[in-house]
């Protein structure tokens, strides 16, 4: 396992997976990435920011852009380090702070995202967060997410608790995917307004998905130490499990959103 991934001493299920190599850890895996930075449409004259950056993937795919500025507000002291490190650019900055409050300036972003980040957050955080979002945003500008929904916009409640309650077991964090309409209230609440969305299923632990998203050797490696790593194996694959158990109410969604 790499060093740095080592120093993630964390029992959460993303971390877990960083441990094992995995460097993709948002449900919709790269294709969706690409999507949101497609839909965002970064230039060199945007301020960037991104809540959450994790390990970095998305921060390098950003910079490749050459942004007027790009500004990273993680609250994993280990992760920021790990993207100090990966990411090499000029323009960047770190933050080491919760994103319900960056310590960024009103009106200073064109573009705002984060990815994997908010389904892990209570309602009320997500809402919190989203409203950080449009704070620091310049009118006019972006808010992009990348996270999971719950399907249909009218799922029972009792479904929603089995899942909540499954998925915060499996994962060890308090996991909350909300419904398409849900989302879009929460955005309309911080006076952002939807402009369009996509999906794909949640097959962050399916060999072909983390094939594509890890490549053919990282894909041995992950392999390699999941087989040799026997409590960690139980905890990947008991994620897969739940994944699959709610695979027709769960999907990874991103959405672009714009000031108003
Ligand atoms: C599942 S990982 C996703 C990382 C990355 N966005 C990706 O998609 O690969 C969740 C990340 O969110 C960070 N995080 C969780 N809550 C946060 C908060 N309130 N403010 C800033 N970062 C947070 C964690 O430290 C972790 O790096």
Redesign the pocket.
Known sequence: MAKTEKKLNIKQG?WILAKLGKR???PGGIELTDKMIESLKISNKDDVVE?????G??AKKTCSFSPKSYTA????EE?ASIVRKRVKYDKMRLIV????ESTLPDSCADKVY????LT??SNK?KGT?ISEAARILRPGGYYAI?EICLIPDDVSEMLKRGIYHDLATAIQVNARPITLPEWKELFANAGLEVVSYSTNNMHLLEPKRVINDEGVFRTMKIVFNILTHPAMRKRVLGMRRIFRKYEDSLRSITILAKKV
């Open positions: 993303h993709v850890l948002r809540f959450a950056p994790g390990l993937l998305t507000v993680e609250i994993n992760a702070a919760n994103a319900v984060c990815e994997a980040m892990m957050q955080n967060i990348h």
